[in-house]
């Protein structure tokens, strides 16, 4: 799947784009909620859209906040914290995903259970294997052999047919059938037949798709990006790509990670060894002067 909330690495000069924030950082993440995540001396905190240290940098890891809460790591175990950075709920699971329709899943070591806001067990579907987030009020959960999608009360609204599905969002979800992606509606039926070699989540109308391409006398695959008819609307030509966000799509070419926009037209060059996407109007990305955010082209 291509790379969404997450940053993605690659091999790049030093910026011409002129820094928001930083570069101070050894790492950071996306903004949400008017919060990032940023390591300074090796611990996580969470800095503003001003660049101020609002919660101070003690956890292991962190992630961006998703409906008021942010999972983090304390001696190893994962926990989630208020936006006072106070903890809300205790440390004590193995993993965590992110909050999403009011609903994170943890591990426990022995299950993986989905718990609400205040820590309390919501629903623990011992029979699957294991579950996604919630998008779009369905749950992807692999079920064996295959892999399919339940709803809040566990019933299984779409067969477990896939090799692996993603979240729902904008009303398809990418998944993948005898190793080639598509797009499916809630349903089941797929609007996008499976065609590529690998595909990302639609956002702002869109999707990253992977799509085997010539290049000279050699094979290979490139990203471009398709609408909800399948039609390839940005060609493939970049070595990575992912979802668009606030306008802007972060991807690879061999110069590094830069962004383009909805006409695919490259609006920051390439340039960066890490590049996430923009919220809040800001994008974080690292270079080999270390890492911070960059505003949106004239802003």
């Known amino acids: 799947m291509a790379a969404t909330a ?33 390591m300074i001396s090796g611990m996580w905190g969470f800095i503003d859209t001003s660049g101020n240290v609002v919660i101070e940098p003690r956890f292991d890891s962190a992630e961006s906040f998703n409906e008021g809460r942010a999972s983090v790591v304390i001696d190893g175990m994962w926990g989630f914290i208020d936006k006072t950075g106070s903890l809300v709920i205790d440390p004590v699971y193995f993993s965590a995903g992110n909050f999403s329709e009011g609903y994170a899943w943890v591990a426990t070591g022995t299950d993986r259970v989905y718990i609400d806001p205040d820590g309390n067990r919501a629903f623990e579907p011992r029979e699957f294997y294991w579950g996604g987030d919630m998008s779009e009020g369905l749950i992807s959960a692999n079920l064996g052999e295959f892999t399919g999608y339940v709803n809040r009360d566990l019933e299984i609204v779409i067969e477990p047919r896939f090799g692996f599905a993603g979240n729902f969002s904008e009303g398809l979800a990418a998944v993948s059938i005898d190793g080639l992606w598509g797009f499916i509606e809630k349903t089941g039926a797929f609007v996008i037949e499976p065609t590529y070699i690998d595909a990302g989540d ?3 109308g869109c999707a990253p798709v992977r799509v085997p391409v010539m290049t000279g006398e050699e094979d290979t695959s490139l990203w471009g990006y398709v609408d909800k008819d399948g039609v390839m609307i940005i060609e493939p030509v970049f070595d990575w790509a992912t979802s668009f966000s606030n306008g802007l799509a972060a991807v690879h070419t061999d110069d590094g990670w830069g962004y383009i926009d909805r006409s695919g037209t490259m609006v920051i060059p390439p340039q960066f060894i890490q590049a996430g996407p923009f919220a809040d109007g800001l994008a974080p990305v690292c270079t080999d002067e270390g890492c911070g955010f960059i505003g949106r082209p004239g802003e």
């Open 202 to 204: 639609f956002s702002e």
């Open 6 to 38: 997450c940053l993605a690495r690659g091999q790049g000069p030093p910026p011409a784009t002129p820094w928001a924030i930083g570069p101070g950082f050894g790492d950071c993440k996306h903004f949400s909620d008017g919060l990032a995540p940023v």
